[in-house]
T-cell receptor, first 111, second 118 residues
Framework: QKEVEQNSGPLSVPEGAIASLNCTYSDRGSQSFFWYRQYSGKSPELIMFIYSNGDKEDGRFTAQLNKASQYVSLLIRDSQPSDSATYLC???????????FGSGTRLLVRP | GAGVSQSPSNKVTEKGKDVELRCDPISGHTALYWYRQSLGQGLEFLIYFQGNSAPDKSGLPSDRFSAERTGGSVSTLTIQRTQQEDSAVYLC????????????????FGPGTRLTVL
């Protein structure tokens, strides 16, 4: 079992819709959770981080964390074609320094 | 301020040759990380530096891989006797403090070096 799992996609949504990206992790000791966006041929760019159960909102983005279910998600409201990219979920343990990444979900926003 | 920089951006080499990849972290960032991303895959952790020391080298795939950091700044990842399976994008990241014990600090990535071993 992979430590961090994501559906590879592609997830295709129409412009203006809500895109929901999901991630599960296996280590119950994980404490911090990060969403990175990666455009093709580019390096990962941090979108959001979350470490408390519940929702965290930043503009059009909402991260949701449920530690009991070992589940973290990213919602993108009013999706734009410029949001089309691969979204990487990353997890870090409390006493750890390295990020464990999922393989990413490719999002395609149709105009 | 400047972000993380890496050089070269692209490197094509022949199997068996040695290569050196360079990373210049964000000024003031004490922690530096190397990751590798193979085609269509997520990022694989290689090594972490705190200052000039590397507390964890467990992610290095083999003894052909080594890394050093001098002056608490620039880091070099060296791959000896390259193999075709070493072909990947090598990404460097830095953070202000080690991420252990604190969720707030985040890793910022450089543009990567695309390594192709023929």
């Amino acid at each position: 079992q992979k430590e961090v799992e994501q559906n590879s996609g592609p997830l295709s949504v129409p412009e203006g819709a809500i895109a929901s990206l999901n991630c599960t992790y296996s280590d119950r000791g994980s404490q911090s959770f990060f969403w990175y966006r990666q455009y093709s041929g580019k390096s990962p760019e941090l979108i959001m981080f979350i470490y408390s159960n519940g929702d965290k909102e930043d503009g059009r983005f909402t991260a949701q964390l449920n530690k009991a279910s070992q589940y973290v998600s990213l919602l993108i409201r009013d999706s734009q074609p410029s949001d089309s990219a691969t979204y990487l979920c990353a997890v870090k343990g409390d006493s750890s320094y390295k990020l464990i990444f999922g393989s990413g979900t490719r999002l395609l926003v149709r105009p | 301020g400047a972000g993380v920089s890496q050089s070269p951006s692209n490197k094509v080499t022949e199997k068996g040759k040695d290569v050196e990849l360079r990373c210049d972290p964000i000024s003031g960032h004490t922690a530096l990380y190397w990751y590798r991303q193979s085609l269509g895959q997520g990022l694989e952790f290689l090594i972490y530096f705190q200052g000039n020391s590397a507390p964890d080298k467990s992610g290095l795939p083999s003894d052909r891989f080594s890394a050093e950091r001098t002056g608490g700044s620039v880091s070099t990842l060296t791959i000896q006797r390259t193999q075709q399976e070493d072909s990947a994008v090598y990404l460097c990241a830095s953070s202000l403090v080690p991420m252990s014990g604190g969720p707030i600090d985040t890793q910022y990535f450089g543009p990567g070096t695309r390594l192709t071993v023929l």
